[in-house]
């Protein structure tokens, strides 16, 4: 999929709708040789999904090894509306707490006073964490509307030839 190609999926209104949304699914290639997939939250900075976690997470070895990823975000709503995006993990180990962090986590319902006390529990726990940055390589937008899975896309195509 070419830049531009990827620019206008992911620069569609839904899309955008999508990529300010708090929770990701992260689907990459353990170790072992098997899949899996887990919720993390992310950040959008306009060019790259940033989701951090611990220094210590299992996934990081598997990253390291095989940096292909996708990521699914999508609504819990029927039809879903569903983003999906392609890429190459970069893992970049920091010091402290990535504003990444602090701001994928900062969409809970919290009041001022619950949120000094958890981001001081956050500092007080990790020394540092480790961003994974994705730049998307391909993205598809299905909306059961306009867009729909490239299958079904397909069937679509061939009853339409048929008719």
């Not at 887990?38 to 997470?57: D, H, L, Q, R, Y």
């Not at 006390?117 to 500092?123: D, G, K, L, P, T």
């Not at 729909?148 to 048929?162: G, I, K, T």
Request: with cysteine.
């Amino acid at each position: 999929m070419e830049p531009n190609e990827i620019d206008e999926v992911l620069s569609r209104p839904l899309s955008r709708e999508l990529l300010a949304r708090d929770l990701t699914r992260l689907a990459y290639v353990a170790k072992d040789g098997t899949p899996r997939v887990v919720p993390i939250a992310f950040v959008w900075n306009g060019s790259e999904v940033v989701m951090c976690t611990t220094k210590n997470a299992p996934k990081l070895p598997a990253l390291r090894h095989n940096p292909a990823v996708a990521l699914t975000i999508d609504t819990e709503v029927h039809p879903p509306k569903i983003l999906l995006i392609r890429g190459r993990a970069e893992l970049d180990v920091v010091d402290g707490i990535p504003d990444e962090y602090l701001r994928a986590n900062g969409t809970y319902t919290m009041t001022p006073g619950q949120r000094v006390e958890w981001e001081a529990n956050v500092r007080s726990l990790y020394d540092g964490m480790v961003r994974i940055v994705v730049t998307p390589t391909w993205a598809k937008l299905i909306d059961f509307e306009t867009t729909l899975p490239s299958a079904v896309e397909e069937l679509v195509r061939q009853r339409d030839q048929r008719a």
